[in-house]
């Protein structure tokens, strides 16, 4: 054994072995247990500030059962690798979350966007940050049915966004007709909606049909409210 005031030194070319049968216990004594590299620490361990790598942690791949970073109360919660360049997010065994190569972000789960605040508002944002120059970028919030185009609801950019005056915009509402989407009213910057026809009035409808409305009340004297 060696004593507190003894010290252990190894010669440079040295190895230690340690082969135990029960626990190996290093105790700093409040101090910090280092583990060095020609004399350049990779590994810090201290009870308060906790542990200090220099280099890479690396993990085995794991999966959405058992990630490879993970809680020991909790071993199938956790991150691991789903693909080539892809992070998965497990939670109880099952994947709740994917990352890709291509920066989407795909949920197996419900979304819920929740602000505890009294008064707060709660919202989503689809931003697209492309700088002002054309009329070309958009953002949109899509739906998909088994995989197949459900509509859409998109934002124009109607100007180029260059200057005050050139940032009006227009929402465009789309739905799916044969799994492909189909614009079916738009609503412009000055608030005129159009359906079937970019509108030039408050209300403008336009149908290849002869019928483009029909409105009926079922009050008595026929009036529609």
């Known amino acids: 054994s060696i004593s507190d005031s003894s010290a252990l030194t190894i010669s440079s070319g040295d190895d230690i072995t340690i082969d135990a049968t029960s626990d190996i216990n290093l105790d700093?004594?409040?101090?910090?247990?280092?583990?060095?590299?020609?004399?350049?620490?990779?590994?810090?361990?201290?009870?308060?500030?906790?542990?200090?790598?220099?280099?890479?942690?690396l993990g085995a791949d794991g999966s959405n059962s058992s990630p490879s970073f993970s809680f020991s109360s909790d071993t199938d919660t956790g991150m691991y690798r789903e693909g080539t360049n892809e992070i998965g997010f497990a939670t109880g065994g099952s994947r709740a979350l994917k990352l890709d190569a291509s920066l989407n972000a795909v949920f197996?789960?419900?979304?819920?966007?929740?602000?505890?605040?009294?008064?707060?508002?709660?919202?989503?944002?689809?931003?697209?940050?492309?700088?002002?120059?054309s009329t070309d970028e958009t953002a949109s919030l899509k739906f998909q049915q088994a995989g197949y185009t459900g509509g859409k609801i998109v934002s124009n950019r109607a100007f180029n966004y260059s200057s005050a005056g050139n940032r009006d915009s227009t929402l465009q509402f789309y739905t799916s007709q044969d799994a492909t989407d189909t614009l079916a009213m738009t609503i412009d910057a000055n608030q005129n909606v159009g359906i079937g026809v970019s509108p030039s009035y408050p209300l403008h409808v336009e149908n290849a049909g002869d019928t483009v409305g029909y409105f009926k009340s079922t009050d008595n004297n026929g009036q529609i409210a």
Not at 30 to 57: A, E, L, P, Q, Y
């Open 28 to 57: 700093a004594d409040g101090g910090d247990i280092r583990f060095k590299d020609n004399g350049t620490n990779f590994v810090t361990f201290n009870s308060s500030t906790g542990s200090t790598f220099s280099g890479d942690i």
């Open 108 to 133: 197996s789960g419900d979304v819920f966007i929740n602000k505890s605040s009294d008064g707060a508002d709660s919202s989503l944002t689809i931003n697209n940050s492309a700088s002002h120059g």
